[in-house]
């Protein structure tokens, strides 16, 4: 029995820990809870044998960051990951508590169990597993854990385009996705950017009596949605003028992987998605409607009244929250342009509407031909006995683009997460032979990069 | 100095302690408020004179009933009114508590001020005048006051239905309307009648992640802004097959009476509603689109995540609130079934559309030319010194319908409201001088039905 299965009990119980911190970066009431998260990351890696380990302080939530340079001549890795999580509601669908982590069956239910508190914590106990076992890392690595990434990540993005010589590395490695399906090892080479508005609609400057002044009054969530209907057709194609001239077809090599993975659709969409069919853009298959097409969504709507009973008022204002996610080679400021021009063009009459962008990132695709990436697919070969698959996901992750432009390193994604596991949603969970696989892949993953 | 000039002050006081219940009747943990506004109402008819004064309890807010039959030969007249107010959300744009009612300037501001506690307050005090001042009334009178009129007055609709001889009138006394115009005495003859909807959307069984999902998964925010667009185009026209058929135009002698009313557009739209603009149908005068037209409005949206920043969702299910405004001669069923019909027809692939009526109450049209609208006409010409004139509304008041239909009777609809009220919006007022002349104008009323 190897180091890593006599202390699986341990890795759960610290796992445990950290998820009990409600730390969600986007409520500003949880700021001591993002500190809480980002000092146990701290300890941990200082317990783990990592030296420097400190917080960075600046503008948003610390960043954590620790090193262990003993193996000169040797490749650098820089291990990425966040310790903040999304927000639990709605809360009335969670089976046990977000923040009580509850073990069922072969998973532990949590909010941020695999998003990404339980990726992160793999890495962790990765190195020190090393450490313990022998007394060094096979590679120099790095760490560098941010608390904002469901937010934005502007501390972190603003830290690494300040090209710190600390942060020099040959390879990112972020745990931050998902596997194409259970025991199936896979390496994500594609990434979705992502601009997410918030969208601001006013008529009158106060509610007015639907019976007065109803026939008269412009009303802003009528308002949205003849914006929304605008914006994108009941086909799902959007509309916005010139938002599909960037967007690079994935290549015949890539349609036809995708088009060879094993599939179950009735699965997909009743179980996993608990929905009745699926939707989208009309002879566009699946994969590449999630992993190669943007996409806009709109994510929260609220306006007027919407207590219990009626109430006959035309509100005075309503808002959205909107995203577009983009592919390659789509960029995210030109992207908000032309979505704030769609807006103004269908903004029907009495009303103004206001579009603000909260935050964006690049869409990143990497080229599967390099050393990281092969040494990763041959680790998680091992561990889990199957062929590394590659697919993309449709999911954003800013910071590749961000390491990619301003470090100039390719970013390796090895995720252990599974597609039923919740992100975002209610009952979010991590399956517990995945994390505990986790650990041993990413061990593996720096020895043979040490090799 | 007149009885009714020498007692402002104590009216004033008596309607600050009837505004200072909070009886909310769309809110369910309101109802010991409704209560306590019931027992005021009763308390108050009982000192003036009243008999046989009584709540009628029922399925759901209990009736005030009074009456006073001391005028053997003379004609009935049925006061109506409701003790229950609209919620006052949203809080913050009060300038004053809206359960704590204050005086600025010549007006008083609080949640029913106008709406409906202040005109059935004027109503009671006018009775009362007249007992205090001669002993007796000059007609007999009954007073049937209500608790549900801002949901739906389920309670008096039964109760009216099973036609009990104790409402065996001539006429009733409606005052819960407006005047077209400061010191304009002004009759309505035609109200809008309303089918008040719930529309529930529901896509997947829970939240999905959008990176991981969108592009494949329905969206029920959207779904209801495609149902949305497709029952009301850009220019206000409904869509839904059928509604109009029924919509009876109105008179020219109507719409030159209307034509002529003093009007300052400018005035109207930017002052009293706070708007930048009027819409609605093109080429329809703005009289007739409040009045005479049908609407669709909505009221409330709430789907997905909508807290401070920014949360990926697609949501599992949205609900909006919507009403149609009805006039002569649709019919509330049929509407809800066209509606219902076009809603199915609207609903995009991927989601299921649910449609619940939470009230519906039919449109009315009056003919001026009958004694009891004369005799009211008098008594506003004598009290604001000026000619009453003849409008329409374009609220609600499904009662009027129920009184002519299940007794017979027509209702005299005296408001003494302004257009510049905030009715169901913050910072609701009544005019203190219409007030007094209202007190004063209703027992006018009597004195020359009695002559």
Not at 378 to 394: H, L, N, Q
Request: net charge negative.
């Amino acid at each position: 029995m190897s180091y890593y299965q006599q202390h699986q009990a341990e890795f759960l119980e610290g796992l445990k820990t950290f998820l009990r911190i409600p730390s969600i970066s986007t409520l500003s009431e949880h700021k001591p809870d993002i500190r809480r998260a980002a000092e146990f990351a701290r300890n941990e890696l200082q317990s783990a044998g990592m030296t420097n380990v400190e917080l960075i302080e600046g503008k948003g939530n610390p960043l954590v960051y620790a090193e262990w340079l003993g193996a000169p001549g040797k490749p650098t890795i820089l291990f990425y990951g966040h310790y903040d999580v999304q927000p639990p509601d709605p809360l009335d669908e969670w089976k046990s508590p977000p923040f009580e982590p509850e073990v069922r069956g072969d998973n532990i239910y949590a909010r941020g169990a695999v998003d990404d508190k339980g990726q992160v914590y793999l890495q962790i106990k990765a190195v020190e597993g090393l450490m313990k076992t022998t007394g060094k890392l096979p590679v120099n690595v790095k760490f560098l854990l941010e608390g904002e990434e469901e937010t934005g990540g502007e501390h972190i993005e603003a830290y690494v385009r300040s090209k710190p010589p600390r942060l020099q590395a040959d390879a990112a490695v972020v745990c931050d996705t998902e596997m194409f399906a259970p025991e199936m090892p896979t390496i994500c080479v594609g990434l979705r950017g992502m601009v997410y508005y918030e969208l601001f609609v006013e008529g009158a400057s106060h509610d007015l009596h639907s019976g007065v002044y109803g026939g008269a009054a412009p009303n802003p969530i009528q308002a949205i949605a003849e914006i929304l209907c605008a914006l994108k057709d009941r086909e799902g194609h959007i509309l916005i003028p010139g938002f599909y001239d960037r967007v690079i077809p994935p290549s015949v090599k890539e349609r036809e992987a995708w088009a060879s993975l094993p599939f179950d659709e009735k699965e997909y969409t009743e179980k996993e998605m608990g929905a009745r069919e699926l939707v989208g853009e009309p002879g566009v298959p699946l994969f590449e409607r999630v992993w190669a097409r943007p996409t806009l969504e709109v994510h929260g709507i609220r306006g007027g009244f919407t207590g219990e009973g009626a109430k006959t008022v035309i509100p005075a204002r309503a808002t959205a929250k909107i995203s577009t996610r983009l592919v390659a080679d789509q960029r995210p400021d030109e992207a908000a342009d032309q979505l704030r021009a769609a807006v103004k063009a269908a903004c029907p009459k009495g009303v103004i509407a206001e579009v603000k962008v909260l935050h964006s990132g690049a869409p990143s695709l990497t080229n599967p031909d390099n050393p990281f990436i092969h040494a990763a697919a041959a680790a998680m070969k091992e561990v889990f006995g199957r062929d590394t698959v590659y697919i993309r996901s449709g999911g954003s992750i800013p910071i590749v683009g961000v390491f990619d432009r301003y470090l100039g390193i390719p970013s390796v994604m090895m995720g252990f997460g599974l597609p039923d596991d919740n992100l975002h949603a209610p009952n979010e969970k991590f399956h517990l032979p995945n994390f505990y696989r986790g650990i041993e892949a990413v061990a593996r993953y720096l020895e043979i990069l040490g090799e």
